[in-house]
């Protein structure tokens, strides 16, 4: 079986879809398959399905649900070959103590990999192999292609997951985004950035490296311009002054424009 969900939802078993088009089973699939291989518990799916009102035939309507779900299954899957075990679909959307578990089978999933990748990303970073981050962490960004579940009508379990990936995309962006500029690719970033700072308008991570893409561009009045923006942000909507960090960047870069004769070492990264 082979699972995407780090975008549109796509669940193929022998290359044939079993992606249901009806919301409620595209839900219940969207879980079981971020979770592939583990148990999802009967309790969850009917919070996904039904957050905290079930109708008093909840558990029923769940497994005419399940019952979709191994039709679509049962049609994918081709005949045995002589002499071969037949695997039914029950075998691979299977019944467990307290829930359901879709097993893969040792099929692909967009999400493992993602994890597997940006796991490498961030050894490598942490080993200083900046050239190996910042591939690896590309590598694993490029397995996105819109938001998570983005076809899929989503519940409170679909929604909290969705916040779960998106912040480990975030952080495995941010991290590929400093070997760039570890590397020197400053200039190269500058367009990336300008998106991102407009797009989460708090992450102080990202106005930082932007200040200093800026900064290495020898656009000194724009970073500077753009930890402006970022503190009227954070004090307008949150109340909040920018990171110690992120000031002693701005200030940073203030000195490094009065002792760029002297050839002060310019500002570190955030």
């Known amino acids: 079986m082979d699972i995407e969900v780090l975008g549109t939802l796509a669940v193929k078993e022998n290359g044939v879809s079993i992606t249901p088009t009806a919301p409620k089973s595209r839900q219940v699939l969207a879980l079981l398959a971020l979770h592939a291989d583990q148990v999802v518990p009967v309790s969850a799916l009917m919070e996904e399905l039904w957050a905290d009102r079930p109708p008093r035939s909840a558990r029923t309507t769940l497994q005419t649900y399940v019952l979709q779900l191994r039709e679509l299954i049962t049609a994918a899957l081709p005949e045995p070959a002589p002499g071969e075990e037949p695997v ?12 359901y578990r879709l097993n893969t089978r040792g099929g692909t999933s967009d999400v493992r990999e993602f994890e597997r990748l940006a796991g490498l990303g961030y050894r490598a970073m942490d080993a200083g192999d900046h050239p190996g981050a910042a591939r690896l962490l590309r590598e694993a960004l490029a397995l996105w292609s819109r938001a998570p579940f983005a ?10 997951e969705a916040k779960r990936l998106e912040e480990s995309r975030l952080c495995a ?6 070997a760039d500029l570890r590397l020197g690719r400053h200039r190269e970033l500058l367009a990336e950035l300008t998106v991102l700072v ?20 020898g656009r000194r009045s724009e970073a500077l311009d753009a930890f402006r923006k970022l503190r009227d942000t954070l004090v307008r ?8 960090a992120l000031r002693q960047l701005q200030r940073a870069i203030l000195l490094a424009g009065s002792e760029k004769a002297s050839g002060a070492a310019e500002p570190a990264p955030v």
């Open 151 to 160: 076809d899929v009508q989503a519940g409170a379990q679909l929604e909290m």
């Open 173 to 178: 962006l941010d991290q590929r985004i400093e």
């Open 237 to 244: 909507e949150l109340g909040l002054e920018p990171s110690a």
């Open 88 to 99: 039914s679909a029950k075998d691979i959307l299977m019944t467990c103590p307290g829930g």
């Open 198 to 217: 407009n797009r989460y308008r708090t992450h102080e991570s990202l106005c930082g490296q932007f200040m200093l893409a800026l900064q290495r561009s």
